[in-house]
């Protein structure tokens, strides 16, 4: 066995596994470290990728096992996190299984992206860790602001959001992609606008600004499109 080449697998593997512990902990009643073991996920997902190109051992089998993983900790964890937040929400036995159109459309969404040859230098829909950040940090913006809560914790207003979130994966809806090919501020000037509203919202706020600077990214992609096309 070539060890060089399993590197990445390995680090894939525990992307896996953070989204794995990721559900225990929220279907033990801890909704706010499934954001934590996201973030983690989305760490391990970076470095995957990263690892695999700088030791020059990029296969299909790391890039079919890196969506497989995907899948549980970018789409099962969030949907598992919504599903267990709107049954606290309601009575209702039917309303809570909505919230798993996250999983579902996060799978589609992996799989579009493997064969999608158009997403090299933008993304078409919203990325799945984007997603999965967004859906697992609401807690902790309703913990933040408790104005919010009231409105974060409505099981219909949680499912609507589900089904939101989730068409924007799919969604022909071409979206900034952090990938700079020069340093120019001309060409580069919504993805240096991103960067310092993230920074701002995250320090101001730390994990409950990651919904805000979701949504700019949604606005900016928007506004980006809308000039590109003028």
Same mark, same amino acid.
């Given at each position: 066995?070539?060890?060089?080449?399993?590197?990445?697998?390995?680090?894939?593997?525990?992307?896996?596994?953070?989204?794995?512990?990721?559900?225990?902990?929220?279907?033990?009643?801890?909704?706010?470290?499934?954001?934590?073991?996201?973030?983690?996920?989305?760490?391990?997902?970076?470095?995957?990728?990263?690892?695999?190109?700088?030791?020059?051992?990029?296969?299909?089998?790391?890039?079919?096992?890196?969506?497989?993983?995907?899948?549980?900790?970018?789409?099962?964890?969030?949907?598992?996190?919504?599903?267990?937040?709107?049954?606290?929400?309601?009575?209702?036995?039917?309303?809570?299984?909505?919230?798993?159109?996250?999983?579902?459309?996060?799978?589609?969404?992996?799989?579009?992206?493997?064969?999608?040859?158009?997403?090299?230098?933008?993304?078409?829909?919203?990325?799945?860790?984007?997603?999965?950040?967004?859906?697992?940090?609401?807690?902790?913006?309703?913990?933040?602001?408790?104005?919010?809560?009231?409105?974060?914790?409505?099981?219909?207003? !949680? +499912?609507?959001? =589900?089904?939101?979130?989730?068409? #924007?994966?799919? @969604?022909?809806? *071409? %979206?900034?992609? /952090?990938?700079?090919?020069?340093?120019?501020?001309?060409?580069?000037?919504?993805?240096?606008?991103? !960067? +310092?509203?993230? =920074?701002?919202?995250?320090?101001? #706020?730390?994990? @409950?600004?990651? *919904? %805000?600077?979701? /949504?700019?990214?949604?606005?900016?992609?928007?506004?980006?499109?809308?000039?590109?096309?003028?």
């Amino acid at each position: 066995m070539n060890l060089k080449a399993q590197l990445p697998n390995f680090i894939t593997l525990l992307n896996l596994l953070s989204g794995v512990m990721g559900i225990i902990w929220v279907l033990e009643g801890e909704l706010l470290y499934g954001a934590y073991f996201v973030l983690l996920s989305a760490t391990f997902d970076f470095f995957d990728g990263f690892a695999a190109r700088s030791l020059k051992v990029q296969s299909d089998m790391g890039k079919e096992l890196d969506s497989l993983a995907d899948v549980v900790s970018f789409g099962v964890l969030p949907g598992i996190l919504l599903y267990t937040l709107t049954k606290t929400q309601t009575d209702s036995q039917f309303l809570p299984f909505l919230c798993l159109i996250i999983p579902l459309l996060s799978a589609y969404r992996l799989a579009k992206f493997n064969l999608d040859t158009r997403q090299s230098d933008r993304f078409i829909g919203l990325p799945t860790p984007a997603s999965a950040l967004f859906l697992t940090t609401l807690p902790h913006l309703a913990a933040k602001w408790p104005e919010m809560a009231t409105w974060l914790n409505s099981p219909i207003a !949680l +499912v609507v959001i =589900a089904w939101i979130t989730s068409l #924007l994966l799919v @969604a022909e809806l *071409p %979206l900034i992609a /952090l990938k700079f090919k020069n340093s120019s501020l001309t060409d580069n000037s919504y993805r240096y606008g991103l !960067l +310092v509203i993230g =920074a701002v919202c995250l320090i101001w #706020l730390q994990l @409950a600004g990651i *919904p %805000l600077v979701i /949504l700019a990214y949604l606005l900016l992609s928007g506004i980006e499109n809308v000039f590109s096309k003028k």
